[in-house]
């Protein structure tokens, strides 16, 4: 299936990582991510929907602190903390920091910050 196309949508993201094969180990597990290498040795992935794709790029400082937030959507957002922690990840900020909506924040192995967003009932 190929992606939805179409003017301002958003389709690639290049992702910091210090050690690219955890980073990427840890996307596979968390958000069912397809980790694939690109024709140039470089560690690719796409989204659990192939909606958007990206790689993991070295030599760049992690988005450390909340500025631009790229919020990643789950099915459940309690079970995703619980994969994220067991994976190497951190929560930096809880369920229910947003309240209403049902969000999270972690740090990847990378040190990125992102975050998580569960569709409410």
Known sequence: MSPTLGNGKVCYLEIPAIDVARSAEFYKNVFDWNVRQRGDGATAFD???????????????????????????????????????????????????DAPEITARFRDPGGNVLGIYQEPS
């Open 47 to 97: 989204d659990g929907v192939g909606e958007v794709s990206g790689a993991f790029v070295m030599g760049r400082p992690p988005a450390l602190a909340p500025g631009l937030m790229v919020y990643i959507w789950v099915e459940s957002a309690a079970a995703t903390v619980e994969a994220i922690v067991t994976n190497g990840g951190e929560i930096v900020q809880e369920i229910g920091g």
